[in-house]
């Protein structure tokens, strides 16, 4: 019962901390780096959690949300990762890439949220003419579905990696994703260094 209220309470703070990427104070708090290390000491495991973290960090620097670009959830990313070690048992390794996975496939759904807020546009265009428009309530009510929605969206990536778990002869992918977590590092800190390089560049 605690560990389950514990992946609960995880998604939810999954959630929360999702609405700095956008819509809510934009300090960083959403990022990989920050999220990874933060579950990974709430569920047990923080230096798998800070790896995790880092790792998916360095993969997704680059990925800015700007206008109609929706980059891959780095905060879905980094709390499936660790959450589907922490409560799934999955290996480290498959958990990196089953955070990836979780990141990328959040991009559908978080257009689809943004689209879902166009009709609004002429409601608060009404409200403003009337006098009565209330930007208080209609942020809170925006933050409450984006919060609501990537919470619940780690909560079920979490629970299909602890079925995943259950699956006879999923030891037998950990060699593999063992390998590839391995070249992680050495990838990601390759494109920071072509990053910067071309920054160099653009400066000289």
Not at 99 to 121: D, H, K, Q
Request: proline share 6%; hydrophobic share 50%.
């Amino acid at each position: 019962m605690i560990a389950a209220l514990k992946v609960v309470l995880s998604s939810a703070l999954s959630g929360l901390l999702g609405l700095d990427a956008v819509q809510a104070g934009q300090f960083l708090l959403s990022r990989p780096a920050f999220v990874g290390p933060v579950l990974g000491w709430l569920n047990g495991c923080p230096l798998e959690g800070a790896r995790l973290g880092i790792l998916l960090e360095l993969l997704y620097i680059d990925f800015i949300p700007v206008g109609g670009v929706v980059p891959p959830n780095g905060t879905a990313a980094a709390a499936a990762g660790v959450l589907a070690h922490s409560a799934g048992g999955l290996a480290p390794s498959l958990c990196f890439f089953w955070g990836l996975a979780a990141g990328t496939l959040f991009s559908p759904i978080e257009y689809r949220l943004r689209a879902s807020r166009s009709p609004w546009n002429a409601v608060i265009e009404a409200q403003v003419r009337s006098g009565e428009f209330s930007l208080q309530r209609w942020l809170a009510k925006s933050m409450l579905i984006e919060n609501a929605s990537l919470g619940a969206y780690v909560l079920a990536w979490t629970a299909l990696a602890a079925g995943l778990a259950w699956l006879p002869g999923i030891s037998a992918l950990y060699p593999g994703t063992d390998f590839a977590y391995s070249l992680m590092p050495w990838l990601g800190l390759s494109g920071l260094y072509f990053r910067f390089r071309t920054q160099i560049y653009k400066k000289g």
